[in-house]
């Protein structure tokens, strides 16, 4: 089944402490990306990529890494994570030259 | 910098009627617009896209239109059900070239809940 795989799906954790939320697709897209989503404030992009080594910042890249050294995987890692990154994640994929992008089921990210 | 605004935020009608959902936007150098669904705790899912050329698209029940020249498009819903309860999502992604190019703009959207 064609499908963008995140996990986890759920993360409790403490400020400071590193964590990576990996995203992972099986369509051969060449296009993937970040996204918050807030209470009031939507989506908001935090970072994409157009292809394995290509990157940059979205809206709200502030905290935020990311890397892409295979066409498959763009994980998003947070290297001090403050309460202010508690969201919901969502990874997207598209193939380069369509038009429709492929979400995640998300990521719930509470940081206490 | 794009921005894009969904009115209204939330709306609730009985199962059966019209509806229609707006969603605005500042820059006019779209290359795209789509219309997506997000239900609780999953992710989004495409329902209609509309290239800058194109004026409407129509799936089912559902017809989305597009006036680039003043930043607007609409979802219509014909004979709401209970099944399409659920937040809807209009994303604008930018003209090609520039360093936009990658990016796409969400509205906030809109909460539609129809009841039986």
């Known amino acids: 089944e064609a499908q963008v795989t995140q996990n986890p799906r759920y993360l409790i954790t403490v400020t400071g402490k590193k964590l990576t939320v990996t995203c992972s697709q099986n369509?051969?897209?060449?296009?993937m990306s970040w996204y918050r989503q807030d209470p009031g404030l939507g989506l908001r992009q935090i970072y994409y990529s157009m292809n394995v080594e290509v990157t940059d910042k979205g809206d709200v890249p502030e905290g935020y890494k990311v890397s892409r050294k295979e066409k498959r995987n763009f994980p998003l890692i947070l290297e001090s994570p403050s309460p202010n990154q508690t969201s919901l994640y969502f990874c997207?994929?598209?193939?380069?030259?369509?038009?429709?992008?492929?979400f995640g089921s998300g990521t719930r990210l509470t940081v206490v | 910098k794009q921005e894009v605004t969904q009115i209204p935020a939330a709306l609730s009608v009985p199962e059966g009627e019209n509806l229609v959902l707006n969603c605005s936007f500042t820059?006019?150098?779209?290359?795209?617009l789509q219309w997506f669904r997000q239900d609780p705790g999953k992710g989004l899912t495409s329902l209609l896209l509309i290239q800058s050329s194109q004026r409407e698209q129509t799936s089912g029940r559902l017809n989305a239109s597009l006036d680039k020249s003043s930043g607007r498009s609409t979802l219509y819903i014909a004979a709401s059900q209970p099944g399409d309860s659920a937040t809807y999502l209009c994303?604008?992604?930018?003209?090609?070239?520039?360093?936009?190019?990658?990016?796409?703009?969400f509205g906030q959207g809109t909460i539609l809940t129809v009841h039986p």
């Open positions: 994303a604008v992604r930018p003209g090609a070239g520039g360093t936009s190019y990658g990016k796409l703009t």
């Open positions: 820059d006019s150098a779209i290359y795209n």
């Open positions: 369509m051969n897209h060449e296009y």
């Open positions: 997207a994929s598209r193939l380069q030259g369509s038009e429709g992008y492929t």
